[in-house]
C-alpha cells in the first residue's frame, strides 16, 4: 500500500515542521560515530515528534525459518521499553505483536503505529498486548523501517505512555518524510565504514555474510564456493585484521560489537 494512498505527502505539515524535519537529518549527517545514528540524532528526532521515548536499533536473525532473538548490532535510545525480547514469553507471544520487525521483504514504506493495526477495540483480544504491553509505560508506538539487506532491521521507534494522546497524522507524516533522507544518511556511513582496504573484494563480501549470521556452508552456497574456500579466506582475514574469531573479525572490520 502506498503511504500516498493513505496520506499525501506535506499534507499535515507546515514550514516549522519541515525544518525541524531538516534539523534531524542535518544532526544525523554531521555525525560520524561509531554508530549509524548517535544518540543526539535521538533527541532532536524528539524536538520533531514529542514522545516519552525514542531510539534507533539495528538487529539481525541468523535464522528466518524459526523464531530466535535479534542479535542487537546498533542501539541508540532515549528510554528502555521494559520488556525483556529475548524471553521465553515474548517468544511465545511475539506472533502477536503487531509491530513485529519485517525480517522478510523489508518493511513498508511509511511510518506505522501501534493503532493503526491494532485498533483499542482491539487490544484485550491480543495475547502480546494483554500480557506484555498493557501494563508498560509504553501505551503509543510508532515505528519507520528503513531499507535493509534480508535478515536484519533498522528501524525508528517513538513511544507515549498512556496518559498522552496518541500519535497523530502529522506525526506520521512527518517520521515518513524522513525516511528516504535518513536511509541516504545510513548509507553514506556504511560507505565511510567499510572494511579496511588491505582485504580483498571476496574477503569484504564474506565479513559482509559473517557480519549476517550467516554459517560457512551458507556463505559458500551463496558465494558459489565450496566450504574449505570460504575457510582459507577467513584465515587471510584473521590474519590481516589480527584476530582469531568470527566476531572479533566483524567488530574489527565494522567498527562495532557484535
Known amino acids: 500500500m502506498s503511504y500516498r494512498h493513505l496520506v499525501p505527502y506535506g499534507a499535515f505539515l ?13 544532526e544525523a549527517a554531521s555525525i560520524d560515530g561509531e554508530q549509524p545514528f548517535e544518540l543526539p540524532v535521538i533527541e532532536r528526532l524528539l524536538d520533531l515528534i514529542p514522545a516519552d521515548g525514542a531510539g534507533y536499533y539495528e538487529c539481525r536473525r541468523p535464522r528466518l525459518d524459526v523464531y530466535q532473538p535479534e542479535i542487537v548490532i546498533y542501539a541508540a535510545e532515549t528510554a528502555l521499553w521494559g520488556i525483556n525480547w529475548g524471553s521465553d514469553e515474548v517468544r511465545a507471544l511475539i506472533g502477536w505483536w503487531p ?16 493503532s493503526d493495526r491494532l485498533p483499542g477495540r482491539e487490544r484485550l483480544r491480543n495475547p502480546f498486548w494483554v500480557e506484555l ?44 518524510v524522513l525516511r528516504t533522507h535518513l536511509a541516504s544518511v545510513r548509507e553514506r556511513w556504511e560507505r ?7 582485504l580483498t573484494r571476496r574477503e569484504k563480501e564474506i565479513l559482509q555474510l559473517l557480519r549476517q549470521g550467516l554459517t560457512n556452508h ?4 551463496q558465494l558459489v564456493i565450496s566450504a574449505g574456500t570460504v575457510r582459507s579466506h577467513l584465515e587471510h582475514i584473521f590474519e590481516k585484521l589480527n ?15 557484535t
Open 133 to 176: 504491553m498493557r501494563n508498560s509505560d509504553h501505551e503509543h508506538v510508532m515505528k519507520l523501517w528503513l531499507p535493509a539487506p534480508a535478515g536484519t532491521i533498522r528501524g525508528f521507534w517513538v513511544s507515549r505512555a498512556s496518559d498522552r494522546r496518541d500519535f497523530s497524522e502529522r506525526d506520521r507524516a512527518v517520521l515518513t
Open 192 to 198: 565511510r565504514h567499510q572494511p579496511v582496504l588491505t
Open 218 to 221: 551458507e556463505i559458500a552456497t
Open 243 to 257: 584476530v582469531h574469531t568470527r566476531t572479533a573479525a566483524v567488530a574489527c572490520a565494522f567498527g562495532a560489537d
Open 99 to 114: 509491530l513485529c520487525d519485517p525480517y522478510r521483504g523489508g518493511g513498508p514504506e511509511y511510518a506505522v503505529r501501534l
Open 14 to 26: 507546515g514550514p516549522k515542521d519541515l525544518d525541524r524535519a531538516l534539523a534531524v537529518v542535518a
